[in-house]
């Protein structure tokens, strides 16, 4: 990395992966709005960046919504500069096997994910072009790979890769790369919820999960964080329309 300051958002950066890659983005050296559906909730990981030396702001964005994208947005750029690094992770899951599954958590799962991955980069695009230099990372899943009682988040997962590899292709003449990265089972407060929605102890569900990873352990919030700053790092500049998958073992 080298010493430009650059001003990078993470969305969904209030809890879990989003937190992870927002307070390792600040440590090196990014400026990092921090956005959440509700600006306090952002509070915590903002104190922890601003304690340690680096620079946060927390933002309430509701990021399927195109004014208060626009808005967000527009207080990075004037409050901590231009945001050449958006990290789309703001996501929901509403769980449930098709027969079950309600118009309604389909289309909340799909306009968090995809139409907010969406929104995210057609807004800040601007800012990276003219710059001539930007960075996208998109996080997808391995339930892009199909997850029964997931027909939302999965498709919405594998449409995340699809958005990539086309941002890849359109922005990357301007010094923009995008990449993606498919998490596996990380430990965080959603992971916990569907250890509580199943009924399974949370160190059991844990348990059962690492069995089935080659490396022997379940992820935590800084194996992504790690990834995705390599990805927005200057070095990553030739990788361009990727899927990482980040799961302890092969998966794609």
């Known amino acids: ?5 650059r001003t990078a958002i993470v969305t969904g950066a209030a809890r879990g992966i989003g937190a992870g890659v927002a307070k390792r983005l600040a440590a090196d050296g990014r400026q990092v709005a921090v956005f959440d559906l509700n600006e306090a909730s952002c509070e915590t990981v903002v104190s922890a960046i601003n304690a340690a030396g680096g620079k946060a702001l927390g933002v309430g964005v509701d990021v399927s919504d195109a004014a208060s994208v626009a808005a967000g947005v527009a207080r990075v750029a004037e409050e901590l500069g231009a945001p050449t690094i958006v990290v789309n992770n703001a996501g929901i899951t509403r769980d ?10 389909w289309d909340m799962v799909m306009n968090v994910h995809l139409r907010g991955a969406f929104l995210m980069s057609r807004e800040c695009q601007k800012y990276m072009t003219e710059a ?4 996208i990372v998109n996080l997808s899943s391995i339930s892009a790979l199909g997850n029964r ?3 939302n988040y ?12 086309t941002l890849a292709i359109e922005l990357g003449k301007f010094g923009v ?7 596996g089972f990380i430990q965080t407060e959603m992971t916990k919820e569907t250890a509580d929605r199943l009924k399974i102890p949370f160190e059991d569900f844990i348990a ?14 800084e194996d992504i964080a790690a990834l995705c700053a390599f990805l927005t790092s200057d070095e990553s500049g030739f990788i361009n329309g990727q899927v990482i998958y980040a799961a302890g073992g092969p998966k794609a």
């Not at 990395?1 to 300051?5: E, F, I, K, L």
């Not at 999965?154 to 590899?165: F, I, V």
């Not at 059962?208 to 919030?221: D, T």
């Open 1 to 5: 990395m080298n010493d430009t300051v």
């Open 96 to 105: 449930n096997l098709l027969f079950k599954m309600s118009e309604q958590d």
């Open 132 to 135: 001539k230099w930007g960075r």
């Open 149 to 151: 009682g997931q027909i």
């Open 154 to 165: 999965s498709a919405a997962k594998a449409g995340m890769q699809g958005l990539t590899k």
């Open 177 to 183: 790369t995008t990449n993606c990265i498919a998490p």
């Open 208 to 221: 059962m999960g690492a069995k089935e990873i080659p490396v022997g352990r379940v992820g935590q919030p």
